[in-house]
């Protein structure tokens, strides 16, 4: 018993569980086809009951997947060679791009806000849902300095991002919304890094806007939602 604790507690065992369960959900979406078969998604979830029915602590997880999160950063620098290749292109067009990021920032904090509000959630609630449409370290950043829930802040952007992976693209053609401009600014701004990853199908232009939207709604969100939330809660 003790030798299968010591197992399903290493490093390297917990980060080959990860990296099998998400090339096992990349498999089963390619074999299916289901876009609802979004490996992040299943992949959260399947972890996630695979670490309570092996009694891992999230210590010993997070350790693991340290050196995945590690990784990250280089690939997330990747996305400014698309952006450098169109970046003639796109500051051409630098007026309707910060239009629209300032009213994609606003409509992204204050729906969230008005949203629990709706349902009669608490104001801590509402404050850490705030920044759901950004990258998750801006978006932990904005919910600690303005009194929020972590931990919700954490889930609604999981949420965010895997909703615009899913339904995004369809949603956009369905409002006759298919210029890459418009698409690759509507995901980056609304669904950050994992609808930016979604694009990466889609070309080189397509990215090169979602890695704008994605920054410039970071940048925005961490300056304005501080100005905005305090008012509306």
């Given at each position: ?224 939602a501080p100005l905005i939330v305090p008012w509306l809660v």
């Amino acid at each position: 018993m003790k030798d299968v604790q010591t197992l399903t507690t290493s490093p390297v065992f917990l980060l080959l569980l990860l990296v099998a369960v998400f090339h096992a959900t990349v498999w089963l979406r390619g074999r299916t086809g289901w876009q609802l078969v979004n490996p992040t998604l299943v992949t959260t979830v399947v972890m996630i009951a695979l670490l309570l029915t092996l009694g891992v602590e999230w210590q010993a997880f997070e350790k693991a997947s340290g050196y995945i999160t590690f990784w990250l950063q280089p690939a997330v620098v990747c996305l400014a060679v698309p952006l450098y290749l169109q970046w003639q292109k796109i500051r051409t067009q630098w007026l309707p791009i910060i239009v629209s990021q300032v009213v994609g920032s606003v409509v992204g904090i204050v729906s969230g806000v008005w949203l629990v509000q709706l349902l009669g959630g608490q104001p801590q609630t509402a404050v850490a849902i705030a920044a759901k449409s950004v990258t998750m370290p801006i978006a932990v950043e904005v919910a600690e300095q303005l009194g929020g829930v972590v931990g919700m802040t954490a889930a609604t952007v999981l949420i965010a991002g895997v909703v615009g992976q899913v339904i995004g693209i369809g949603v956009l053609y369905y409002a006759r919304l298919r210029r890459p401009m418009a698409q690759g600014l509507a995901m980056g701004t609304a669904s950050h890094a994992l609808g930016t990853a979604r694009v990466m199908q889609m070309g080189q232009r397509f990215v090169a806007y979602a890695t704008v939207g994605m920054i410039l709604n970071g940048v925005l969100t961490a300056f304005l939602a501080p100005l905005i939330v305090p008012w509306l809660v």
